[in-house]
């Protein structure tokens, strides 16, 4: 397993991380996975065994019971060995104060969240999405009250947009409050949307960057195809949002023949080619069995050719190559790593 500094910190994480969206299989999360207690253990062991050491979770799976899941199943015993990630922003009650990023509302979801985790500090802590409703300037405040108090090492966002992320920058900056030093984003080779400007923003800001659902829900784990569509699709599951399922078809069948060529699985060719790209620091995975986690963790020693890599590029290739007309002609030279950008050819 390889580890990578997160962002401008000092602090190190596995180039994967354990997601638990499956843990518990309450509510709406029923149709993701329905991991209990013994089989929790059993998956947290088998990752941390092969080198992982960041647990991802949030307090909206499962309403609170992945992160109560993650408190028993670690018991104490191995804490030393993981670094626990969560975040809050989603809608937890009925209540009007159980949704949002206002000092009320994050303060109290991290105390609880604490709490179910049966530990005193979250290693990351995310706010989860955009809250349009709340100044950011009581967000960013709270974060940096939450790490002053020690109750988070360090702050992150996920799901922002380009200037929502720099936004948030610039208030801690100019308020010498805790800094984002990571961002968690949807990323994949069906969705390159995030090279526009996410990943542009992470290079020069210095945010490691976490991937989640990098197989696009399972869709370009070569398991699907044309004719089948996922579990999570069949139960009424719509993340991420696929727009162009022809395109998809055409990146699966390229996965599929690269993992041949390999003797691997396109799900590791998927999470090999993301591991290549800049700014990105570690992929989320995820699975409903241990058979995928295992197959999903070779993907860290897997090295693509340059060839496979050029198949890739261009079979993923949006065809919207540029959302705004003057990244055309210079966009390689504004904004950064030439990989970044997509080209014409």
């Known amino acids: 397993m390889e580890y990578r500094t997160l962002g401008r910190s000092g602090l190190k994480v596995s180039t994967l991380t354990m997601g638990t969206m499956t843990f518990g299989g309450a509510g709406a999360f029923s149709a993701v996975g329905k991991t209990d207690l013994k089989e929790a253990r059993r998956m947290i062991d088998l990752c941390i065994d092969a080198g992982i050491n960041v647990i991802d979770t949030a307090n909206v799976y499962s309403n609170?019971?992945?992160?109560?899941?993650?408190?028993?199943?670690?018991?104490?015993?191995?804490?030393?060995?993981?670094?626990?990630?969560?975040?809050a922003r989603m809608r937890i009650g009925k209540g009007p104060n159980d949704e949002g990023l206002s000092r009320y509302h994050l303060i109290r979801e991290c105390e609880r969240s604490l709490?179910?985790?049966?530990?005193?500090?979250?290693?990351?802590y995310f706010l989860h999405e955009w809250d349009g409703t709340t100044p950011l300037e009581e967000t960013i405040a709270a974060m940096d009250t939450l790490v002053a108090q020690g109750k988070v090492r360090y702050a992150g966002c996920s799901n922002y947009s380009g200037w929502q992320v720099m936004k948030a920058l610039g208030i801690s900056d100019r308020h010498n409050q805790s800094r984002f030093i990571t961002q968690q984003i949807h990323y994949?080779?069906?969705?390159?949307?995030?090279e526009y400007e996410l990943l542009p923003i992470s290079v020069d800001q210095g945010l490691g960057v976490l991937v989640w659902s990098p197989l696009a829900g399972g869709l370009l784990s070569g398991k699907y195809n044309r004719d089948s569509p996922t579990a999570r699709q069949l139960n009424g599951w719509s993340e991420p949002p696929i727009r162009d399922e022809d395109r998809l078809w055409r990146i699966v069948?390229?996965?599929?023949?690269?993992?041949?060529?390999?003797?691997?699985?396109?799900?590791?060719?998927?999470l090999a080619w993301l591991l290549g790209r800049p700014a990105v620091s570690s992929l989320v995975i995820g699975g409903r069995t241990e058979a995928q986690f295992k197959d999903n963790l070779a993907a860290a020693?897997?090295?693509?050719?340059?060839?496979?890599?050029?198949?890739l590029d261009a079979v993923s290739r949006p065809p919207v190559l540029y959302p705004y007309w003057h990244q055309q002609q210079t966009a390689k030279d504004r904004f950064g790593p030439a990989d970044l950008v997509l080209d014409r050819e």
């Open 188 to 194: 994949t080779l069906e969705a390159r949307e995030a």
């Open 253 to 270: 069948d390229v996965l599929a023949y690269i993992g041949k060529n390999h003797g691997v699985s396109a799900a590791q060719v998927a």
């Open 301 to 311: 020693s897997l090295v693509l050719t340059d060839d496979d890599r050029a198949r």
């Open 115 to 124: 709490k179910r985790l049966r530990t005193d500090v979250i290693d990351i």
């Open 64 to 87: 609170g019971l992945s992160e109560e899941i993650i408190g028993e199943a670690l018991g104490g015993k191995r804490k030393d060995d993981v670094l626990i990630a969560s975040k």
